[in-house]
T-cell receptor, first 109, second 118 residues
Framework: AQRVTQPEKLLSVFKGAPVELKCNYS??????LFWYVQYSRQRLQLLLR??SRESIKGFTADLNKGETSFHLKKPFAQEEDSAMYYC???????????FGSGTRLQVQP | DAGVIQSPRHEVTEMGQEVTLRCKPISGHNSLFWYRQTMMRGLELLIYFNNNVPIDDSGMPEDRFSAKMPNASFSTLKIQPSEPRDSAVYFC????????????????FGPGTRLTVL
């Protein structure tokens, strides 16, 4: 079965420290993977997708098919990065996304 | 554009009562998704519609849950009878999809409805 695992419910770091939010997936086909973010009092929104291979707000994520991972990274965390982050998987033939359980990132001053 | 609109934003009800959540997707979007967010399980898909037709309702917990999309601009999620374990935040999302199901089109989320069943 297709599954997305985010092992950490909470990740707390200090401002300026590197951040890595872990995401692992199980899917035998070619996945499309995404990171969504929900800031306090805001709507859930798309942060980035692996196909774009872009950096958004300093965040990057690389798809590692060997390790079936799609970890989200940022070299220097900012306080405004504090939010709930969801990793999501889209598999072929289905429009809907399968989300992980989410990781709350707290960036302390 | 106000984006996806959901109502009510908060709902408190007693066990056994009927609850109806409403969603207005972004104008022109043809896919609509209902998700439920809980602390324990995160964000789970309940059901999604494409061109007003339910495509996948495998995430609907049980017969107490039902969803309809009578037209392109409105959808409801109904729980009857409600139970305390239904307490969660319910999100509606919409997207403009075209072509095959292998292509991805960004989903835009509403603000959610926080449901508390006492």
């Amino acid at each position: 079965a297709q599954r997305v695992t985010q092992p950490e419910k909470l990740l707390s770091v200090f401002k300026g420290a590197p951040v890595e939010l872990k995401c692992n997936y199980s899917y035998s086909g070619s996945p499309e993977l995404f990171w969504y973010v929900q800031y306090s009092r805001q709507r859930l929104q798309l942060l980035l997708r692996h196909i774009s291979r872009e950096s958004i707000k300093g965040f990057t994520a690389d798809l590692n098919k060997g390790e079936t991972s799609f970890h989200l990274k940022k070299p220097f965390a900012q306080e405004e990065d504090s939010a709930m982050y969801y990793c999501a998987l889209k598999f072929a033939g289905r429009r809907a996304l399968t989300f992980g359980s989410g990781t709350r990132l707290q960036v302390q001053p | 554009d106000a984006g996806v609109i959901q109502s009510p934003r908060h709902e408190v009800t007693e066990m056994g009562q009927e609850v109806t959540l409403r969603c207005k997707p972004i104008s022109g979007h043809n896919s609509l998704f209902w998700y439920r967010q809980t602390m324990m399980r995160g964000l789970e898909l309940l059901i999604y519609f494409n061109n007003n037709v339910p495509i996948d309702d495998s995430g609907m917990p049980e017969d107490r849950f039902s969803a309809k999309m009578p037209n392109a601009s409105f959808s409801t999620l109904k729980i009857q009878p409600s139970e305390p374990r239904d307490s969660a935040v319910y999100f509606c999302a919409s997207s403009l999809t075209s072509g095959s199901t292998n292509s991805y089109n960004e989903q835009f989320f509403g603000p959610g409805t926080r449901l508390t069943v006492l």
